[in-house]
């Protein structure tokens, strides 16, 4: 595991927020690993929305002149801000990780597409004009059918303006996703509730993060990659996604395409039930037997899954036995279907 320089508190709008940061570590980077949310609109320290007041203690800013030295009373921008001290500042709305306003809004239905041979739809809703959609990457929502009924869905996108693409199986045999299916098509809105869940990103100091998937577990999966290319994260990132037919691998060219992208990217596709005639050289059979095949140890790896809770308890009792600490690891299933 990397070692670094013991870290300390930034102390955001008198306890509002403590922000825990290393020295020498951007104030932005910090924020978005540990789950921090602010008002900002850019990474490079042009637009000015992330002002921020230093109130005690000392900060370092770079602008386009070099190094600043910020003092008590001094103004300068959060996402070009670094210290190696504790200190307090103030700026104009920072959510501390969990401090979600769940809201319920009425989408616009913009598309609803079949993606390749498979029965999953990718529905991409817009959110009403003037809303800003505050989640985390990671997290879901509910639909909320006409009959009351409600559908939860992980967002397949980070936050990205208004826009939340969902991926939605359509199973003809259940009426509640018939009805789901022939809300998304003939009407031109639908209200959800967002945001909900805890399986977000997390600062664990391993060098390794797997991002485990079963059928559209991915959707979770691919939110949560996103996020970590966003943040430019340096852990070697694996993404094992089983699905019971290579034609279910239903957005298994963006993966790929990410591989091409990223160097400490790696995607690992397993077929749990190969037909005669398919032609495959990759892992077949279960999640778990594909990642112990593939890696020894998980004493310093991150682990998040999502899919049934059958398959996030296999995978998880599994790999602590591989030395995957519990702590290690993240799932939704853990808080909706917790163990008896």
């Known amino acids: 595991m990397t070692s670094r320089k013991p870290s300390f508190n930034i102390d955001c709008n008198q306890g509002q927020a403590q922000l825990s940061i290393y020295p020498e570590q951007n104030f932005l980077e910090a924020a978005q690993q540990q789950g921090f949310r602010l008002l900002r609109g850019c990474r490079n320290g042009v637009c000015e929305v992330c002002e921020t007041t230093l109130v005690q203690g000392e900060v370092f800013y770079r602008t386009s002149v070099g190094e600043q030295i910020a003092t008590p009373g001094t103004s300068f921008l959060f996402c070009t801000a670094y210290a190696r001290e504790p200190a307090a500042i103030k700026l104009n709305r920072v959510l501390a990780p969990?401090?979600?306003?769940?809201?319920?809004l009425a989408c616009q239905i913009e598309s609803v597409e079949l993606l390749g041979s498979s029965d999953v739809y990718r529905v991409v809703l817009q959110a009403p004009a003037g809303q800003a959609l505050d989640y985390a990457a990671g997290q879901y929502l509910e639909i909320i059918l006409p009959n009351g009924d409600?559908?939860?869905?992980?967002?397949?996108?980070?936050?990205?303006?208004?826009?939340?693409?969902?991926?939605?199986?359509?199973?003809?045999?259940?009426?509640?996703?018939?009805?789901?299916?022939?809300?998304?098509?003939?009407?031109?809105?639908?209200?959800?509730?967002?945001?909900?869940?805890?399986?977000?990103?997390?600062?664990?100091?391993?060098?390794?993060?797997?991002?485990?998937?079963?059928?559209?577990?991915?959707?979770?999966?691919?939110?949560?990659?996103?996020?970590?290319?966003?943040?430019?994260?340096?852990?070697?990132?694996?993404?094992?996604?089983?699905?019971?037919?290579?034609?279910?691998?239903?957005?298994?060219?963006?993966?790929?395409?990410?591989?091409?992208?990223?160097?400490?990217?790696?995607?690992?596709?397993?077929?749990?039930?190969?037909?005669?005639?398919?032609?495959?050289?990759?892992?077949?059979?279960?999640?778990?037997?594909?990642?112990?095949?593939?890696?020894?140890?998980?004493?310093?790896?991150?682990?998040?899954?999502?899919?049934?809770?059958?398959?996030?308890?296999?995978?998880?009792?599994?790999?602590?036995?591989?030395?995957?600490?519990?702590?290690?690891?993240?799932?939704?299933v853990f808080a909706y279907a917790p163990r008896k």
């Open 150 to 332: 409600r559908n939860a869905f992980s967002i397949a996108n980070r936050p990205d303006g208004r826009r939340i693409e969902l991926h939605i199986q359509h199973l003809p045999d259940r009426d509640n996703s018939r009805l789901l299916l022939q809300s998304l098509q003939e009407q031109g809105t639908i209200q959800v509730e967002l945001p909900k869940g805890v399986c977000t990103l997390k600062a664990t100091g391993t060098d390794k993060a797997f991002f485990v998937a079963a059928g559209t577990g991915f959707t979770q999966m691919k939110a949560l990659l996103e996020e970590a290319f966003e943040q430019g994260s340096t852990q070697q990132l694996y993404l094992y996604w089983g699905a019971r037919r290579l034609r279910d691998l239903y957005l298994a060219e963006l993966p790929q395409q990410w591989q091409e992208e990223y160097e400490n990217f790696h995607f690992v596709p397993v077929i749990g039930d190969l037909l005669p005639d398919e032609k495959w050289s990759g892992h077949v059979g279960m999640l778990h037997d594909a990642m112990i095949k593939d890696h020894s140890k998980f004493d310093d790896a991150t682990v998040y899954a999502g899919g049934s809770p059958n398959m996030v308890y296999s995978v998880t009792d599994t790999l602590i036995q591989y030395g995957l600490s519990d702590e290690c690891v993240f799932s939704d």
């Open 98 to 104: 969990g401090d979600y306003i769940v809201k319920t």
